[in-house]
C-alpha cells in the first residue's frame, strides 16, 4: 500500500490525481470497437483474475443487458470466461491455470470476435495466452490494465493503461472506465432518447 495514503480523503486525493491522468482517448477507441462489435454481431470474450475477475462478470452484464435495455431489442453477444467455475477448475486441474481462458475460447472464438483483457499487471500468463491465440486467430484484442502496460500491452490493438502502481486505484479506474463506456455505448445505441434509469438496472433505487 501507498504510505502516502494516511485516510480515506488522502486516497480519494490521489485518486483523483490518477483519473486526471487517465487517457480517455483510447476508451472512446475501444467503445467505438465495441460498437462495430454489437454492430456486426461479433462475440465478445471478456477475462481476467482476481478483482479483474471480478470485473469481467461486471462488463459483461453491463454489455449484455445495459447497453440495449429500454432502447433495442437486439443484444450484444457477449461472454466472461470467469464464470464457468466447473470448467476453470477442470482445465487448471488437468493442464495448469495458464490454460483456462485459451482453451474455453477455442470452443467458440472466430476470427474478427473481439477479446477484452482485464488485469492490473498486464503480465497475467493465462491472459496472456488468450491474448496470444487471438492475435494467431485475428481478433480484435482490447485491453484494460495498470502500472505501464505490462506484457499485454503490445498483444493489444487499443489499451486502456492506468499509470498507476495501487492495484485498488487501477481497478477503481478500470471500474469507472467500464461504466463509461457502458453509458457511451448505451447513447449510441439510443440516439438521444437514453434514460440514465435504464443504468441502474431498469427500476428506481
Known amino acids: 500500500m501507498d504510505r502516502k495514503i494516511q485516510d480515506v480523503a488522502s486516497y480519494f486525493a490521489q485518486l483523483g490525481s490518477v483519473l486526471h491522468a487517465a487517457d480517455s482517448a483510447t476508451l472512446e477507441l475501444i467503445t467505438a470497437s465495441l460498437y462495430d462489435a454489437f454492430h456486426e454481431e461479433r462475440n465478445v470474450f471478456v477475462f481476467g483474475n482476481g478483482g479483474s475477475a471480478s470485473l469481467a462478470s461486471h462488463f459483461a452484464c453491463d454489455l449484455a443487458k445495459g447497453i440495449t435495455y429500454g432502447v433495442s431489442d437486439r443484444r450484444m453477444r457477449v461472454m466472461s470466461l470467469t464464470d464457468n467455475v466447473a470448467l ?92 463509461a463506456m457502458v453509458t457511451m455505448l448505451h447513447k449510441r445505441i439510443a440516439g438521444s432518447r437514453s434514460p440514465v434509469i435504464a443504468l441502474a438496472g431498469g427500476r428506481p433505487r
Open 88 to 179: 476453470m477448475s477442470a482445465w487448471s486441474n488437468d493442464d495448469g491455470y495458464e490454460c483456462v481462458f485459451v482453451e474455453q475460447l477455442r470452443n467458440f472464438c472466430q476470427p474478427d470476435d473481439v477479446l477484452l483483457a482485464i488485469s492490473g499487471s498486464g503480465n497475467s500468463p493465462n491472459v496472456l495466452r488468450a491474448l496470444e491465440f487471438g492475435r494467431k486467430l485475428g481478433t480484435v484484442n482490447l485491453g484494460l490494465t495498470g502500472f505501464r502496460g505490462g506484457k499485454m500491452l503490445p498483444l493489444c490493438d487499443q489499451c486502456f493503461v492506468v499509470e498507476s502502481s495501487n492495484m485498488q486505484m487501477i481497478e477503481d479506474i478500470h471500474t469507472m472506465g467500464m461504466h
